[in-house]
């Protein structure tokens, strides 16, 4: 595991991605137009460099039932980090979607304060605190790629973010990955893997990396060989009453690990038989009735009544990469979600 070559990979993927050409990102294919729409940025906040959020909060051995007291210490530590990321991809997220030339400045320059606090670039002592920098570093990694297309971060603050973004993204690696444990394998083979390998191919691609960029689709490459013919995923079917839950969590890594991919040249969603589509297939059907979930799991899933943009997020990639034929289930639950802003996502979902 984890020591493959992209050039191996673009041989199994069957592809002519060429090694000399610049990695890409989801917003680099898609221009956005600059603008003089207002937009006023907060100040930046200084959280510490290291992450101490605490251990687990669940109580159970399926990590399903959190213990509340644990759970809220865990919410209070993590909320700065929580802030400061929402205010960077906001900033970004502006920029995309009005093209405001403020927001992107405002979003270089609160980028420029986190690498020079290290934000989130520090040491990590229990295996949450790495949860939490792998799911809030690669958003922030994700919110300049979205302002970079714009040309307004200057080669300052260039030669600052980019250091950063890659201790963070080696921080996620050396967590993960057995050649820096001695281990024969991974422990961690689920759903936080995947997140695991956001903010490593997104770092991949913002300093053109292709050892990070390959890694990060090494991730992906480790979550669809896992999925069963029956579309499940063994690792987040033993989460018992949040099976279904989990398999939503582990679908928005793995979708946003194909885009990347598959915007540089790589076949993904067709690995492994279509697992991807056969676990997207599957978890969808669950959302709308959950009694294979509830039988496979042993227990009565929790409700799906109510869908956020962390549940359905990436349903937006995925339906303009395959938009034939159309999809009616999956549009409906696009459409029950107040915002697809979610903030692991690194915010709105590319197109």
Known sequence: MYRWTLLSFCWIFGTGWALSQNLVSPWDVKPVALTDAPYDCPAPMHPPANINVGGSYYTDSHRSIPDPE??????????????????????????????????????????????????????CTTGQDHYVQGWLGGSVIIAYLKVRPSGLVTPEQTNLILPWLKRIAHTTQTFYDPKNTGAKETKVLNNHLYWGGIPVIAAGVATNDRDLFDWGIQTYEEGVKQVTPDGTLPKEMARAVRALHYHIFAIVPLVMLAEYGEDNGIEMYARHDNALKRLIQRTEEGIYDSSYFDKAAGIKQESMDTLGADDVGWIKPYLHRFPDPPNPNLEKLLGRAKSLQDLYMGGLPPE
């Open 70 to 123: 644990k759970k809220k210490n865990y919410m209070e530590a993590k909320a700065p980090y929580d802030a400061f990321t929402k205010i960077i991809v906001e900033a970004a997220d502006a920029y995309q979607t009005t093209g405001s030339r403020q927001a992107a400045l405002g979003a270089a320059s609160l980028l420029e304060s986190a690498a020079k606090d290290n934000f989130m670039g520090g040491s």
